[in-house]
């Protein structure tokens, strides 16, 4: 009785896309200037998607406005969430100060997640786009491989979280000081060719999928994209991260996305 109405308390909440205080457990710099959070959240460990996103409310003066923030590890057992973010701007400048113990108010899952249908996935990152990445290996158990791309050395750190989750790290940067010199769409070509990935999986700089998903539409290869686009309410209700479709329609990033198949956005 108490386990069927915790399910189904939960699937109310879900489908109400409930707004809860999650206590952090912890928010720690993992390199400069972007931050881990974990926090207690059973219930958005329970429902959230690879893909999916958080609006984050840090309750600060003159913080009206929620921050989304890519989900990028759940742990179901434990019913806590972790969320990878860089410090840009003063919504996560507030945010990195925030001490384990205090509370952020988190409105999700939101949003669509990737299609989990691949038995070879190749899933291809640059900068904090990495971070909904890594929610999404540790959903394919072992069977993704990872295409990291940086600058330089100091910026593809993500090779150490990403390796207990995959069964390959390939890493470009564009100086060569770490794996093969250049950009991951050099190397994609290749890696399709030697390895067969039966879909790919890109989030970061909006110039680099672009490229992913030309390469895709070329090798046949289906290909998902996480957008990112300025939100304010990430429900649909704002209009603000509208962006115009292939088809000639407008879809919402916030409900429609933030994943999309490639050719839905880019022609
Ligand atoms: C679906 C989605 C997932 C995201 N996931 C991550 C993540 O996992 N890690 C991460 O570091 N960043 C992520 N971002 C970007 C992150 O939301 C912004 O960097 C953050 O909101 C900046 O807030 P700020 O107050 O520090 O910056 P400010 O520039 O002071 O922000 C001012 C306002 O603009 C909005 N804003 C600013 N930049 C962005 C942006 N790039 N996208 C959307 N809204 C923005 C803020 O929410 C705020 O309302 C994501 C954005 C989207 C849309």
């Given at each position: 009785m108490c386990w069927r109405f915790k399910t189904m308390w939960a699937a109310v909440m879900v489908l109400r896309k409930e707004a809860l205080d999650a206590e952090i457990i912890s928010n720690r710099a993992?390199?400069?200037d972007i931050y881990r959070l974990e926090a207690r959240g059973a219930l958005f460990a329970q429902a959230a998607l690879p893909g999916q996103f958080l609006q984050v409310?840090?309750?600060?003066?003159?913080?009206f406005l929620r921050r989304p923030l890519g989900i990028a590890a759940v742990d179901e057992k434990k019913g806590t969430i972790a969320m990878y973010y860089r410090v840009i701007g003063k919504g996560t400048a507030a945010l990195a100060r925030m001490k384990a113990g205090e509370v952020v108010n988190c409105l999700g899952p939101l949003g669509n997640g990737f299609s989990?249908?691949?038995?070879r996935p190749l899933l291809i990152g640059g900068g904090m786009g990495l971070a909904p990445l890594l929610f999404l290996a540790q959903r394919f158990l072992g069977k993704a491989a990872v295409l990291i791309g940086g600058r330089n050395k100091a910026e593809v750190f993500w090779t150490d979280f990403f390796a207990p989750l995959t069964r390959h790290v390939f890493i470009t940067t564009d100086d060569g000081s770490?794996?093969?010199?250049?950009f991951t769409t050099s190397l994609l070509p290749v890696l399709l060719q030697e390895y067969r990935f039966d879909a790919l999986y890109a989030c970061g700089p909006e110039i680099m999928m672009k490229k992913i998903a030309t390469i895709a539409a070329e090798e046949a290869v289906p290909c998902q994209v996480s957008l990112e686009r300025r939100m304010?309410?990430?429900?649909?209700?704002?209009?603000?991260?509208v962006i115009d479709a292939k088809d000639g329609g407008r879809k919402k990033v916030c409900q429609d996305g933030p994943?999309?198949?490639a050719q839905e956005v880019f022609g």
């Open positions: 993992v390199a400069s409310y840090i309750n600060k003066p003159d913080l989990l249908a691949a038995s770490a794996g093969k010199k250049g304010a309410c990430g429900l649909g209700a704002c209009l603000s991260c994943v999309f198949w």
